[in-house]
């Protein structure tokens, strides 16, 4: 490598083969020699040249120069070793003896499941792709039930039957599951005013990324844990609206829209549902009311806000309708829709054609753009016959309609998506038309069914249309918070508009993913594998990457749409991988939570999977930032520029000053990237663990050489941090140049 990047120059080769070589002898000398400093100072001598010829051509930074405390960023949680329960041992039990029956049928000795018991329950249910699923193809013979996941129990949302998963690593991830499924997105790392509803309590939420040695864990873990949600929210609906886990066979292609609870915002025929509407239109108007933005370190509740605004509100509403209402005795136009478009009128409206093309791309013939859109540009153009309300409106309807006016301008998914975009773009037909898309991809989150589910047990009250309650769960969210943060990030990879509609847009569209598990019915049957909707389970709430056995452009492009979700302050939470997700990826704009389902092959793994989350302006840093910076942002238009700018000040306070702080590393009390590692009493991975964190470190001292396993291990216990610190090859720009000085 080196040859090819000197691109042949005169470099003594021979030389440098001997430095190298020497650096590794006399390392592994060190735990004999009765002079410890002399074979020290030998060492560096050697560091320095092999050093110099490294940073003719490579050059590497890492984040710890620039802390007191390589581990400042990352603290361990969950430490002490799982209990092994009697349900786990049962589980095991069920799987060792299927395992039995299936190999003796082949006349063969059945290796021993324990590993598999260990990574995940029922796990015969994810073993079809593994050696004992190849022996059972085609058997003829009757398997234990109790090793395989119910289907039967999970379409009544009862599973497992007692309550309790046996296994103590997926509990962890159960842990607190009955709040957290009541969550459409992470709450923002910077509220604007109290976090309400299904987000009280939550500030400190975060994604979590999962690392498995096993195959079957990301499936399992991706298919359990969004069942588990499903279960909590979809599960707890009441028995009238006949919830049940799989839809008929007849209507299961239609995905999302054969289950129930059934889509409650449509697009019906005749213009029945412009409030539907409402919620994908980004009212100019509106929009001015007010700006979340406007109440950050208020510490105000968004009914004191709404108390504060609607008077004014209601004043403008009444002239609304003495200006253009009529006496007409049939009406057919509600104030709720009327009001925000009318009073659009005198804007520039051509946005609505980049709406129609886009709409129309996809499809011509829906309601949507044959019907709706046609109103809407009626409306904005002043040429409408069917806006008939009458001139005079009761008081407490007044009211009623100026408190929406101003919960829209709160929390409308298409406004403050509008908002958002404008603090960094202006006010331009691409961030209106960009605004509206994304509404329209709202529409299609909130009619998921199990954001039906949440909507409908967070705001039970009859009084209530859906469309409306989605609009306080939006507020209760602080949906501006929640966007402004995101667009934030997404400016590092976007420069306009568009594409970060788009991106939005596909990220809240996403299509939920079915994963093949078997029942004991089905393990041994050679089946194609859309058979049977009845033996795959939805994966939404948690998600697999990178476990395909097949690789084509469809599961690339899965690929790609899963990663940016995570990616996202929406959906999937949890997300579970092999060792194909622990390098060169991102997942740490939402994530600051990682667990190590099973421990890898060496230290640089462990550290490598860590790596994903611990990166440039990850959720770690935006919180710490926040936490510190908060209360000296007063209403600026673009608060997270502010707040990076102000945080560059904790540059003077680190080991080493450089541009590593605030955006790669930030000292600061408070939320720490969360390291999990679930390991059982009494297993070998309990030392395993300890010899791998001990060791970790000492890797660094390895770079360019060659058995770095052999040599960290035998220089363990050897060297003080301050020796390890002196024999480390530095390649580091910035501190380079300062020796150099």
Known sequence: VLQFLYEGADIDWHRYEEARSGIFSKMLSLKNTDNKESVLN?????KHYVENVYYSVIV??????????????????ENSPLPITKQE???????????????????????????????????????????????????????????????????KYEFPRNGHWPNGKLNILMKGMRKESRLLWCPPSMSYYNLEGAFMGQKDFTKTLVFSAWKLVPKMIATLVSYEAEKQSIG??????????????????????????????????????????????????????????????SGKSSKAIIEELYKEQAELLSHFCKTFGNDADKENTHISWAYPMVNDQANDNSWLNKIEDRILKKNTETI???????????????????????????????????????????????ICAYRALKRYFGDSNDVISSAFQIGLAFIDLFNKPESIAIVELQYPHKSLD???????????????????????????????????????????SMRTTNLKVDDSASFCKNEPEDNDVRHSLRSHYAAAFGVNAKSNQGSEVRATSIREAFNSPFRPFVLTTTSIGQEGLDFHWYCRRIIHWNLPNNPIDFEQ???????????????????????????????????????KDDKKFAKFPCDIVPGWHFDYDGVSIERIVPLYQFSQDIQ??????????????????????ELAKALDSILSPDETEKLLIDLCPLRHKQRNK
């Open 42 to 46: 030998d060492i560096q001598g050697l």
């Open 60 to 77: 590497r930074t890492e984040k710890i120069i620039a802390s007191n405390d390589p581990n400042a960023m990352i603290v361990n949680k």
């Open 89 to 155: 041992i049962e589980d095991f039990v069920h799987l060792d003896c299927v395992f039995k029956s299936i190999y003796e049928r082949q006349q063969e000795n059945a290796p021993s499941p324990i590993d598999y018991a260990k990574s995940a329950p029922y796990a015969m249910s994810y073993l079809r792709d593994y050696k004992v699923g190849e022996k059972a193809s085609n058997l003829s013979i009757s398997l234990s039930k109790n090793a395989f996941v119910d289907l039967t129990e999970i379409n």
């Open 236 to 297: 707890r609906m009441p028995k009238e609206e006949g919830v049940k886990y799989f839809a008929d066979k007849r209507v299961a292609s239609q995905g999302d829209k054969a289950r129930k609870p059934y889509r409650r915002l449509n697009f019906a025929s005749e213009l029945k549902n412009m409030t539907t509407l409402l919620l994908a239109y980004p009212s100019r108007h509106i929009e001015r009311i007010t700006d979340p933005l406007n109440f950050i370190n």
């Open 368 to 414: 949507l753009a044959k019907e709706y859109l046609v109103e809407l540009r009626s409306i904005l153009d002043n040429n409408s016959p069917r806006l008939t309300f009458p001139k005079s409106v009761s008081s407490n309807e007044i009211q009623k309609q100026a408190k929406l006016m101003v919960q829209l301008s709160l929390g409308s998914p298409a």
């Open 466 to 508: 859906y469309w409306q309650k989605v609009i306080q769960y939006c507020i209760d969210g602080n949906i501006q918070a929640v966007l402004d943060e995101y667009v934030f990030m997404l400016l590092n990879e976007y420069d306009n508009p568009s594409e970060i509609g788009d991106t939005i847009s596909n990220v809240l």
């Open 609 to 647: 999977r860590e790596g994903r989350i611990n990166r440039f302006r990850g959720k770690v840093i935006r919180q710490r930032v926040v936490d510190k910076y908060i209360a000296q942002i007063t209403g600026e238009e673009k608060p997270w520029e502010k707040l990076f700018e102000l945080a």
């Open 688 to 709: 395993r663990y300890t010899d791998m964190l001990r060791i970790l470190g000492l890797y660094r001292l390895t770079f360019g050489q060659p058995r770095q396993e």
